[in-house]
């Protein structure tokens, strides 16, 4: 017994004793009535500084976690517009020790980490002394190459979504030509190319500009722009451009610079995602405005960034209905977890509270998953519903109380049944047999988030639990 819950079981029936059948809300899943399709739960690959003493352990136990424990299949691999300058100002700063300000070492690094010097005068020609990509290197050797092969261990990818950063506010003293759409275009090549013949891969998708309303040089028309120009060159390489864009800070600008953005003749073919973070212009008629343009142009949504434990499920659970969103991101890899390190060798590393109750749509729902209708008839249970590979349904319902609740629609079958609440964490309740068309009962002791999931057991194991009714 664990919060007032009893569960009895006859040779038929699955009795939950509760406060009466008539108080329960019932929600009802429609599988034919279908959605967006998951692209993945997305993070960004950083957990600490290469000079910190505590990265490589705790490396591997932020990874390990972060694969098995929250279930992330996607990282965002960042590249700043400095990897294309005559000086490797990440190499002098790694060499110097890593120092911070007001060292002069962090400032010279600072200060020039997005400043572009041209390789050339031509951008059809890459004269690669002109590019540095030593950061890149060691996030991709150090992050993304490990967890792809603990993701492989899993027998699953990952999702790499490889972002372009040009916060120019911070050059002092230096230049930038990436607002040039055709050496913006030779930088993204030469990525690509160092990418697939230094380590054998590319990027899954390209995120054109990390917040452009704190780029001055770009607008939505740039962004356009810039997605056609690149978008031959990658062509022309042999490789096939998918793009991410435009990643505003704020929703409002969001659809200003997407509207402008599309309106470059032939933008459009080539967008996969279209992309906002949440940190200004938030509401329910901006986020239905991205989600309307984004079914229009039959394209995936994406909230790539709200940092710090903003990222709730509640804000999930929006985002992914009324925002129809396929990719979603709420931290880096290290804001996961509770992080201690003071014992650089053997760092504590616990997960953090506002990600207990995202992991249980993280943990469940995986890519390819296929978002389908789910309908509560009253308040308190707010359900999403998905059907992964393999015909396995999945229903995550942010609880605003305590108490039971049935589920009609889901297809015969063992379904597990896991719960957290501010006081209980990751709870696993008695595995559940629905008979054909017949309705799953549940109930939750407190507000949280409970998942209901397709658990494929033995053939022995399922003769032993009994059905519900």
Partial sequence: MKHGIQLLFTTSTLLLLTTGASAQETITIDSKTTYQTMRGWENTAWIADPCDPAFPALRDIVIDRAVNQVGIDRLRLEVRSGVEN???????????????????????????????????????????NGFHFSELDWIVENIILPYKTKMAKNGEDLFINLCYVAFTSQINGGTYHHDDPQEYAEFVLATYLHLQNKYGFVPDTWEILLEPDNVSQWDGTLIGEAVVATAARLTTAGFTPKFVAPSNTNMGNAITYFDDMIAVPGALQYLEEYSYHRYAGVSKSNLKAIADRAVQHNLSTAMLEWWFD?????????????????????????????????????????IRDVQKFNRQYFKFVRREAVRIDAQSDGNNFKPVAFVNKGKRFVVVVNTDTGGPFRISGLPAGIYGLKYTTNADYNINLPPVRVAPGKILNAQIPDAGVITIYDSRLSKRRIRSIPANP
């Fill in 310 to 350: 903003n990222a709730t499920h509640e804000v999930l659970y929006e985002d992914l209905t009324l925002g129809r969103n396929s990719a979603w991101q709420g931290s880096v890899l290290a804001g996961l977890f509770n992080i201690d390190v003071k014992d650089p060798q053997n760092p504590t590393v616990s």
């Fill in 86 to 128: 005559t000086t490797d100002y990440y190499a002098d700063w790694i060499a110097a020790g890593c120092p911070g300000p007001p060292d002069q070492q962090y400032t010279r690094w600072r200060d020039n980490r997005y400043a572009t010097v041209n390789d050339n005068n031509d951008p059809n020609t890459i004269n690669w």
